[in-house]
Every structure is written in structure tokens, then in C-alpha cells.
């Protein structure tokens, strides 16, 4: 779908927000706290159902207020349909009603309204997270899954619950009889769900390493050689053994588990790994090199959207190249301008943004949650 226009009510700053897209770039620029990520957010919100900032959803209405609602226009470019997707937040109480609506129709189930407009989000926090901790790793794999696949997020949820109720027993007082019943069915369900986390997270490492390695070479130029795998605690298993593989593992080391009072094996405890010549990133490459390896990750996300779903994916960069150097910049516009549909972006510094001699971009300045078109600033 292209996306032509969003519209915003009382959605964070943005009291009433009407902007219109450009075909390849828009550019959204202004001062600290303008409002920039807030729209970001609300296209995010439309394209996900939720939020890269918070949980919940109470922080996304504007203070005050008692509803939000966002709404995007867009053409489905195969079916030369318009399309209008928007959401309602309402206050409920403490907490907070979420409608979806297409094309005037509320949509119950989620699953209908996912995927209709589909979006990679890139923020500065991806560009750490090779420096940061594996669950930050995790995160940032399962969101890509999350964007492909749906059942992913459920699967998820249900694992940490499972997993929850394995550490409470294994912290417990119960009896041995009961202890050992519980764990049985909880070990059970841990072997079921995380097996196929692991394989659906292994899935896309494997499916986006050629993209990846070939990306790294563009955005950091030769001499280097990247690598990406993923690393589960359990080593390498044969995917339809993974399931009862789990199990066992966690069967086998209930003692262990006990004794710490906690889960020590499963996919909450897996990592992705990046390498340069076969070095580990963390003791090795530079800072701007990791930057390059998480970069490369996300246009391989964008090439590999692109292969999926036909059509390339809304692209959202969130105050990216203000963490990046000029050369790295270029480059990454000029991977972007070959591969990315429609990109929105957000930057204090608009000179820092080089799309190109080809690339046609819409400059709007934000300013106090207002918007106002603008000419590419000196
Ligand atoms: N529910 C809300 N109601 C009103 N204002 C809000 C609400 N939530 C956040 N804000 C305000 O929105 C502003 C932050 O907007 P946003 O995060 O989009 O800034 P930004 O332009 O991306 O800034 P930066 O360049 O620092 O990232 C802050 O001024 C914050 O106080
Ligand atoms: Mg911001």
C-alpha cells in the first residue's frame, strides 16, 4: 500500500496533525520534543497495534484528552484500491479501549487488520543493541518476526507465562509430588512454544544472511567480512528435534534450576550473534562497525519484506543518522533509495540527511506538535 496521508487527533503533543506523504522520502524535522517520533508512532500504531515506547497505551492519548484517533489514507497500488485505516483510543477507566477501523468498518480481530499497512521501524536503540544485552538482542530479532509473522507475538506471550509459573513453583514450597507435576506440565508447554520460537527466530537469520552479508559490504565497504547466526543455549539441533530437545534439557536440569531458582535453559536465553572475520563483535569491532552490522540487518529485514510481500514495506527511521557519520549516511540512503518503498524519517539535523540527487523528498518541519511543509533546509 502507498501511503498519501495521515491524520492525528489529541495523539500525544499532536493536538490536530494532518500530513501529507511524499512517494519515496518524507522528512520530518524540528527541535527535541517537537513531536517527530510522535508521528512515527502513530503510523507505527496503525501498521502494528502498537507501540515501540510503551506497553500499554494510555501515554499515546494527548494529556487532557479523553480520546485519540489516528488514521491513514493510502492506494493499494496492485488493486488500484484507496484504503483508509485508522485507530480510536478511548479512556476506559484505568485503562484503555483500542478500535481498529478499515475503510469504515471496525475490524475485531486484530488479525484482520494486521499487515494491511506494513512498516520496519528503525530506531537508535537498534543501533546499540549489538553492544547491549542478549534479551535486547532477542527483542530486536522477535520484532522483525513480529512484522512477518503474527503468531510469533502469541507464542511469545504464552512462553513467558509458562515460563513465570516454572520459576514460582521452582521458588515454592510445594510438595515434592506436586512440585514435580507442575514442572512435568510447564516443561511440557516450554518444549512446545519455545521450540517454535527458536525455529521461526533461526528461520530468519538463515533466510536474511545472504541480504545481510551483502549489505554489510555496501555500508561499510569492502575489506571487512560479516557473518550473523543464531546462537541458541542448547547448540545446534535438528529442527524437528528441537521440541522434545527442550524438554529433556529442562527435565535434566531441574536440580540445577532449583538450585538457582530459576529457568537456566530455552529461547529466553538464546542470542544473536554477529561476527567480522570471524571475530566476536563485542571484543572487536568498532563502534561504527557495529552500527554498520545492525544497519546492514535492517535493510536485509527491507529486502527480505520486499520478497515476501511483493511490494516494499513503509520504511520508518527514527533519528538514525544523527548517530551516523556523513560517508555511513550516504551510504545507507543510497541502500535505502535502492531498496526501501516510502520512508519516513525523523532528524534534528536535516543537512545531515543525503538522499541523493534522485530521491524525491517531502521536507516537513515539526514544531510544538504542529507541522509545516518546508523547502529542504540550507
Ligand atoms: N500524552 C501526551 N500528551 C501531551 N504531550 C505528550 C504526551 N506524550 C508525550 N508528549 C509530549 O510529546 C513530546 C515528545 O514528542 P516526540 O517524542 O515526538 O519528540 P521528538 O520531536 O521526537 O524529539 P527528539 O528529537 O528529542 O526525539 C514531549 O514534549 C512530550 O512532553
Ligand atoms: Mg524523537
Known amino acids: 500500500m502507498e501511503i498519501q496521508h495521515l491524520s492525528v487527533r489529541d495523539f500525544r503533543n499532536l493536538a490536530l496533525a494532518e500530513l501529507d506523504l511524499g512517494q519515496r522520502f518524507t522528512v520530518l524535522f524540528g527541535e527535541n520534543g517537537a513531536g517527530k ?17 510503551v506497553s500499554e497505551l494510555g501515554p499515546l492519548i494527548r494529556e487532557g484528552a479523553e480520546s485519540a484517533h489516528v488514521e491513514l489514507r493510502g492506494r493499494d497500488l496492485g488493486l488500484d484500491l484507496s484504503s483508509r485505516l485508522g485507530v480510536n483510543l478511548v479512556r476506559s477507566g484505568r ?3 483500542r478500535s481498529a477501523i478499515a475503510d469504515g468498518k471496525t475490524i475485531r480481530a486484530a488479525a484482520d487488520f494486521y499487515g494491511r499497512a506494513r512498516s520496519i521501524l528503525f530506531t537508535p536503540e537498534d543501533l546499540g543493541v549489538l553492544r547491549g544485552s542478549p534479551a535486547g538482542r532477542r527483542n530486536f530479532l522477535d520484532r522483525v518476526i513480529f512484522a512477518r509473522e503474527r503468531a510469533h507475538i502469541g507464542d511469545i506471550q504464552a512462553y513467558e507465562k509458562v515460563l513465570r509459573s516454572r520459576n514460582q513453583v521452582l521458588r515454592g514450597d510445594h510438595s515434592r509430588a506436586t512440585r514435580d507435576h507442575l514442572l512435568e506440565t510447564y516443561e511440557v508447554a516450554l518444549g512446545e512454544l519455545g521450540s517454535r520460537i527458536w525455529s521461526r527466530r533461526e528461520a530468519l537469520v538463515d533466510a536474511l544472511r545472504p541480504s545481510f552479508v551483502s549489505a554489510f559490504t555496501q555500508i561499510h565497504g569492502g575489506g571487512r567480512v560479516a557473518a550473523v547466526r543464531y546462537a541458541p543455549r542448547l547448540g ?11 524438554r529433556d534439557s529442562l527435565q535434566r536440569r531441574r536440580g ?13 536465553r538464546d542470542d544473536l550473534e554477529m561476527s567480522l572475520d570471524d571475530h566476536g563483535v563485542g571484543t572487536f569491532a568498532s563502534q561504527g562497525q557495529t552500527r554498520a552490522l545492525v544497519l546492514a540487518f535492517k535493510i536485509a529485514e527491507v529486502r527480505g519484506a520486499r520478497e515476501l510481500s511483493g511490494e516494499p514495506p513503509l520504511l520508518l527511521l527514527d533519528d538514525v543518522s544523527s548517530e551516523l557519520d556523513p560517508q555511513r549516511n550516504a551510504r545507507l ?21 543525503r538522499l541523493g540527487e ?13 507541522l509545516r511543509d518546508s523547502t529542504k533546509p540550507a
Open 37 to 53: 517520533t510522535n508521528l512515527v508512532e502513530a503510523i507505527y500504531l496503525i501498521s502494528t497495534l502498537r507501540s515501540f515506547r
Open 95 to 97: 485503562s484503555v479501549r
Open 236 to 246: 545446534s539441533v535438528a529442527e524437528g528435534e528441537r521440541e522434545a530437545a527442550l
Open 256 to 268: 540445577d534450576d532449583l538450585a538457582r531458582g530459576t529457568t537456566t535453559v530455552g529461547p529466553h
Open 333 to 353: 540512503f543510497e541502500a535505502l533509495t535502492a531498496d526501501a518503498g516510502q520512508c519516513v524519517l525523523t532528524t534534528t539535523a536535516p543537512h545531515f540527511v
Open 358 to 370: 534522485a530521491a524525491d523528498a517531502r521536507f516537513v518541519e515539526v514544531a510544538g506538535g504542529l
